[in-house]
């Protein structure tokens, strides 16, 4: 494993200025002196702090583990959410009282299929906030008047939910919607944490983002909730976010035995903030089973699939052709064009007929050589191909072309710049054509013309103008696919089926077209093609260092290598992901390497890592990459025990202070601990595990610690890190 300068931080818990609430505010001023009594004045004011509590902003939720709808081996995993908030789990209370600050009011709980089975479905269901108020009971709004009223409860009796909810917060109502889901007061008290378990199950992860998508942000912040429980293996599951809000006294004991402030009550009501459903077996979509297990076709590369290509016969074909070839030859040619990344399309001409032609996009086979990129052009028709071995039109240059004029068009900013810039360059060329003509025809007898022309030159502003930023950024965006349909990147879904890897090199020729014909706006002549094409090759450098910009959270060596590199050329590498990997690891980590070694940092940078859906990843790196390293985003390390068959478990412990702090001990004799159970067998204890872990690390590693905190907790916790490796021509 490769040591990089990759640092995850856990912190216990991270609390809000100001709760969820209403406050006041008192001020008094007291004036006087020695000529009379003093004179008091006061003041007073009310103010609130709003926040979620029904439902979660669209942003809060970043992942959740095991993945929504997902099938894998997920045996001893405890489920968690990730939330862009840190402050979110301690917005609001659960257990009141001093002390409990670090005890958060979100909770993830796990329902086994039997017990899901047992529950009306579905099991989560919408319902407004008055189904959270026992029937009948007037509920008010925090700030409005003495007496008023927004409505009556209408939860039936019987039932436990949210306590205090008769007075709603400022900007609630009693209509606001709200999932729910109802437990028997039993199974709610059998999965449920205990008020110490809970402070357990929550903690703040600051990770980097250097191998991560494309963001200007180089650290970020998350809140972890974690749960308290497993899936059974050979079952289905559901994981529930839920809000625990004012119910710590409704918490149940560590054997899971239900409290006594329940009273009669038979069901209790849950706030349902998330919900998703995963399966566990003894195998299925774990994160390394779904990158070990790309490119099962054996393709890795951006091509159609098809029959072996045979060079002899190629070779023999392309011979023939002068004399005539036959079926064989054709078929020989046809196979090595589709093993070239080309694929035929449907071609409709200008003269309203149409054919079938050959495309092929920018990702080039990896290593493949390809032709000089083309000259300033008047339009798209001057970069059309024939391919007289098959007698079919190329017409990928073209295409290329047209979709870089369209771009162009479509930006505003862009077009305007570059037009100006053209007429201040094309303005300037006259006024030195005419600077030159003048200069050698003048005389010694007319020399007294030369101030007041010079004067003029100047007010004209004789020179090379300057172009617009805006012009470089764009082109920068255009190397770096920015907004390219993906039906150009990949005309063929049969070139990116489900669950494949394929590496690539960008096609410079391709991209150079693009580029033109970005840069074509305002091109109408010959000389105006031969100018454009002096001011391209001014603005290259400018865009190659654009694009090499625009990636903001670059490791430090990496983003000195970018510095320090030609601007005369870019040649980019990079690899094209379509998988379920993607969609259920959103932030998934990609590394480059220039050899095969991955015992030193990453030496390959990225110019673009980017999410193109779901389920599909492109990345870019600038140079060639013989080795690629995909592994587990550090704020989505899923945390889990080790099952044994009679029903135990245990985790393996790692150092929580000195110079190997969160390195793993080993195993033997005394590198695990056991995490104490419910009858269960699913159901950790978490508070009772926390200081068996505390004690063992205490005993054993001298690490003094005097109580186990949440972040303590969650490091020894973790499972370990996935990470799988492709070398460039293989397919992991």
């Given at each position: 494993?490769?040591?990089?300068?990759?640092?995850?931080?856990?912190?216990?818990?991270?609390?809000?200025?100001?709760?969820?609430?209403?406050?006041?505010?008192?001020?008094?001023?007291?004036?006087?002196?020695?000529?009379?009594?003093?004179?008091?004045?006061?003041?007073?004011?009310?103010?609130?702090?709003?926040?979620?509590?029904?439902?979660?902003?669209?942003?809060?939720?970043?992942?959740?583990?095991?993945?929504?709808?997902?099938?894998?081996e997920f045996g001893g995993v405890l489920p968690h959410v990730v939330l862009a908030r840190p402050t979110l789990?301690?917005?609001?209370?659960?257990?009141?009282?001093?002390?409990?600050?670090?005890?958060?009011?979100?909770?993830v709980l796990t329902l086994q299929q039997d017990e899901l089975a047992a529950l009306p479905a579905p099991a989560v269901t919408a319902k407004t906030a008055a189904d959270l108020v026992p029937q009948g009971t007037p509920?008010?709004?925090?700030?409005?008047?003495?007496?008023?009223?927004?409505?009556?409860?209408?939860m039936p009796p019987g039932t436990v939910a949210t306590p205090g909810l008769s007075l709603l917060d400022?900007?609630?109502?009693?209509?606001?919607?709200?999932?729910?889901?109802?437990?028997?007061?039993?199974?709610?008290?059998?999965?449920?944490?205990?008020?110490?378990?809970?402070?357990?199950?929550?903690?703040?992860?600051?990770?980097?983002?250097?191998?991560?998508?494309?963001?200007?942000?180089?650290?970020?912040?998350?809140?972890?909730?974690?749960?308290?429980?497993?899936?059974?293996?050979?079952?289905?599951?559901?994981?529930?976010?839920?809000?625990?809000?004012?119910?710590?006294?409704?918490l149940p004991d560590e054997q899971g035995n239900p409290s006594a402030a329940f009273g009669g009550a038979t069901t209790i009501r849950l706030v349902v903030l998330n919900s998703w459903p995963f399966t566990v077996t003894d195998g299925g979509a774990t994160l390394e089973h779904l990158l070990t297990h790309l490119n099962s076709s054996g393709i890795a590369t951006v091509r159609?699939?098809?029959?072996?290509?045979?060079?002899?016969?190629?070779?023999a074909a392309t011979a023939a052709q002068p004399t005539g070839i036959g079926d064989a030859d054709a078929d020989a040619l046809v196979a090595n064009a589709l093993a070239a990344g080309y694929v035929p399309m449907d071609h409709h001409l200008r003269e309203a007929g149409k054919t079938v032609s050959w495309y092929r996009g920018p990702l080039?086979?990896?290593?493949?050589?390809?032709?000089?990129?083309?000259?300033?052009?008047?339009?798209?028709?001057?970069?059309?191909?024939?391919?007289?071995?098959?007698?079919?039109?190329?017409?990928?240059?073209?295409?290329?072309?047209?979709?870089?004029?369209?771009?162009?068009?479509?930006?505003?900013?862009?077009?305007?710049?570059?037009?100006?810039?053209?007429?201040?360059?094309?303005?300037?060329?006259?006024?030195?054509?005419?600077?030159?003509?003048?200069?050698?025809?003048?005389?010694?007898?007319?020399?007294?013309?030369?101030?007041?022309?010079?004067?003029?030159?100047?007010?004209?502003?004789?020179?090379?103008?300057?172009?617009a930023q805006v012009i470089a950024d764009f082109i920068g965006a255009l190397r770096l696919l920015r907004g390219v349909p993906f039906g150009y990147l990949v005309p063929n879904e049969q070139m990116l089926p489900p669950e494949s890897l394929r590496m690539f090199s960008l096609d410079p020729a391709w991209m150079e077209a693009l580029v033109d014909g970005a840069f074509s706006i305002g091109r109408s002549s010959q000389a105006q093609a031969a100018r454009?094409?002096?001011?391209?090759?001014?603005?290259?450098?400018?865009?190659?260092?654009?694009?090499r910009g625009r990636r903001r959270n670059d490791r430090p060596h990496l983003a000195q290598l970018k510095a320090g590199a030609s601007s005369s050329q870019l040649a980019v590498t990079g690899l094209l992901i379509r998988s379920q990997a993607i969609r259920n690891w959103p932030q998934l980590q990609i590394d480059g390497y220039s050899d095969t070694d991955d015992s030193h940092p990453p030496d390959v940078a990225k110019l673009s890592m980017t999410n193109l859906s779901q389920d599909v990843l492109l990345c870019l790196f600038d140079g060639p990459v013989r080795m690629i390293a995909i592994h587990q985003p550090p704020e989505q390390l899923h945390s889990g025990v080790e099952l044994a068959t009679d029903g135990s478990a245990s985790t393996t412990l790692r150092a929580v202070a000195g110079d190997h702090a969160g390195l793993q001990y080993p195993v033997q004799p005394h590198g695990t601990a056991r995490i104490a159970m419910r009858s269960d067998a699913l159901t950790i204890r978490?508070?009772?595990?926390?200081?068996?872990?505390?004690?063992?690390?205490?005993?054993?590693?001298?690490?003094?610690?005097?109580?186990?905190?949440?972040?303590?907790?969650?490091?020894?916790?973790?499972?370990?890190?996935?990470?799988?490796?492709?070398?460039?021509?293989?397919?992991?």
């Open positions: 494993m490769a040591s990089v300068d990759k640092a995850v931080t856990f912190t216990e818990f991270k609390e809000p200025k100001l709760k969820s609430g209403v406050y006041g505010l008192h001020a008094e001023l007291s004036a006087g002196g020695p000529k009379g009594p003093p004179i008091s004045f006061t003041a007073d004011a009310r103010f609130a702090v709003a926040g979620l509590r029904f439902r979660l902003g669209g942003d809060d939720l970043v992942s959740v583990f095991p993945p929504a709808l997902a099938t894998g789990p301690w917005q609001r209370t659960s257990v009141a009282g001093a002390g409990n600050a670090n005890v958060p009011w979100l909770a509920i008010s709004v925090a700030g409005q008047a003495a007496g008023a009223s927004s409505g009556v409860g209408a400022y900007g609630e109502s009693a209509a606001d919607p709200v999932n729910v889901v109802d437990l028997a007061v039993p199974l709610f008290s059998r999965i449920a944490p205990t008020a110490a378990d809970l402070a357990l199950l929550a903690n703040v992860r600051t990770t980097d983002t250097h191998d991560s998508v494309d963001n200007t942000d180089t650290q970020l912040t998350r809140a972890i909730v974690l749960g308290n429980r497993a899936g059974r293996v050979g079952g289905k599951a559901l994981a529930l976010l839920v809000s625990l809000e004012n119910l710590g006294s409704y159609m699939p098809g029959a072996a290509v045979d060079a002899a016969r190629v070779q080039l086979p990896y290593g493949m050589a390809a032709p000089a990129p083309p000259p300033a052009v008047s339009g798209p028709d001057a970069l059309l191909r024939y391919d007289p071995t098959l007698g079919m039109f190329d017409t990928s240059y073209a295409a290329a072309w047209q979709l870089g004029q369209l771009m162009a068009l479509q930006s505003r900013s862009f077009s305007l710049a570059l037009l100006q810039w053209k007429h201040q360059s094309a303005r300037s060329a006259a006024i030195a054509g005419e600077a030159s003509a003048f200069m050698a025809r003048l005389t010694e007898g007319n020399a007294t013309a030369l101030p007041s022309f010079t004067n003029r030159l100047r007010a004209n502003g004789l020179g090379d103008p300057q172009p454009d094409a002096g001011l391209a090759r001014a603005i290259r450098p400018l865009s190659i260092q654009a694009a978490a508070a009772a595990g926390g200081e068996a872990i505390r004690t063992q690390l205490n005993t054993w590693f001298g690490q003094s610690l005097a109580r186990m905190s949440a972040n303590e907790f969650a490091l020894q916790m973790v499972k370990g890190v996935v990470r799988v490796e492709y070398l460039v021509g293989e397919t992991a």
